[in-house]
């Protein structure tokens, strides 16, 4: 079975804090993605890696950035976070095929206070 | 624009009715790949069909149906005698392969709850 894996489920921050969110996923694909969900909003893309070191801005990047420095793992990094990045944040991944889908991790509940 | 439509915000229905959830989408392309999600109350996206677009056959497994229509650019799911654990957030999405570099473009959602 396909594993994608969040380093929390909860996770409470003070406005301004560094925040890092972890994702591994055990399958070798290449693709990665961090979305985040908001009620009535659907998922909207924040960032999508294809590779180690490569990254694309999804639909909302600002006031995130993202590191891929293995295969395997897809951190996304609040700099500063503020009460308006409190959010689901889902992590994906997929192989790289067209007719893929993406495989999802149990998601982080991020509250920012 | 939006592709990817789910016009039902929250449907309510009682134990064992059927119920259809809509997806109407939106694409130029001829290639392209429509798939619906699952998000119970855990909050994980469970990935429950993928469909391409040269295959309009209907799809059954077990009380779960997908009716794909191209003439009407619909991808509906349909639950048959529902049940509680049925309850969720189901999402609808499109993978436009020449596009979109293996992104979903995705729909609202449409939040599900079956009463006993």
């Known amino acids: 079975d396909v594993k994608v894996t969040q380093s929390s489920r909860y996770l409470v921050k003070r406005t301004g804090e560094k925040v890092f969110l972890e994702c591994v996923q055990d399958m070798d694909h290449e693709n990665m993605f961090w979305y985040r969900q908001d ?22 990047p600002e006031g995130y950035s993202v590191s891929r420095e293995k295969k395997e793992r897809f951190s996304l990094i ?28 149990p998601g982080t509940r991020l509250t920012v206070t | 624009a939006q592709k990817v439509t789910q016009a039902q915000t929250e ?15 939106e694409t130029r ?11 119970p109350p855990s909050g994980e996206l469970v990935f429950l069909i993928r469909r391409n677009s040269f ?4 799809e059954i497994s077990g009380r779960y149906s997908w009716n794909f229509q191209k003439s009407t650019s619909s991808f509906n799911f349909t639950i048959t005698a ?7 957030v189901y999402f609808c999405a499109l993978s436009e ?11 609202a959602g449409t939040k599900l709850i079956i009463k006993p």
């Open chain 1, 39 to 60: 009620p009535g909003l659907g998922l909207r893309l924040i960032y999508f890696s294809y590779d180690v070191k490569m990254k694309e801005k999804g639909d909302i």
């Open chain 1, 78 to 105: 609040l700099e500063s976070a503020s009460t308006n990045q409190t959010s689901m944040y889902l992590c994906a991944s997929s192989p790289q095929s067209e007719s893929s889908e993406q495989y999802f991790g």
């Open chain 2, 11 to 25: 449907i309510s229905v009682v134990e064992k009715e059927d119920v259809t959830l809509d997806c109407v989408y």
């Open chain 2, 29 to 39: 392309d001829t290639t392209y790949y429509l798939f619906w999600y699952k998000q």
């Open chain 2, 55 to 58: 295959d309009e056959q209907n």
């Open chain 2, 82 to 88: 529902s049940q509680v654990v049925d309850s969720a």
């Open chain 2, 97 to 107: 392969p020449a596009d979109s570099n293996y992104q979903l473009i995705w729909g």
